[in-house]
């Protein structure tokens, strides 16, 4: 009662029109969020952008790249990665010899060099 007045309201949890009917408030509906088995990414460095695949993150080398995900990398960072027969040029175990020398000329590669 407000000012000698009649007042009607839905209790807690209820909702409609006090004067002919409230009902219970309906549970919101989550929406469903389907997890992402790809995030966080599982595939580490030098890997392409992973890929969800029938619900399995699938995880792929880059171009050039030795290992398999999440341990790609490359064939060679320095020197002694590499026989010693050959020198890591541009991540990659290569003779160094072709180019080097010149006419009549013989290159053989002792300890990377």
């Given at each position: ?74 064939e060679c960072v320095i ?19 072709p180019g080097l020398c ?12």
């Amino acid at each position: 009662v407000i000012n000698h007045i009649a007042t009607c309201t839905c209790i807690e949890g209820y909702e409609g029109d006090p004067f002919s009917s409230c009902r219970l408030r309906p549970k919101p509906i989550e929406p469903v969020v389907a997890d992402d088995p790809c995030d966080p990414n599982p595939c580490g460095p030098n890997s392409l952008p992973p890929r969800d695949v029938g619900g399995r993150c699938q995880c792929t080398c880059m171009r050039e790249m030795i290992g398999s995900p999440p341990n790609c990398r490359p064939e060679c960072v320095i020197n002694s990665d590499c026989p010693s027969d050959k020198a890591c040029i541009n991540r990659k175990c290569q003779d160094p010899c072709p180019g080097l020398c010149g006419q009549n000329a013989y290159c053989r590669v002792r300890n990377h060099i």
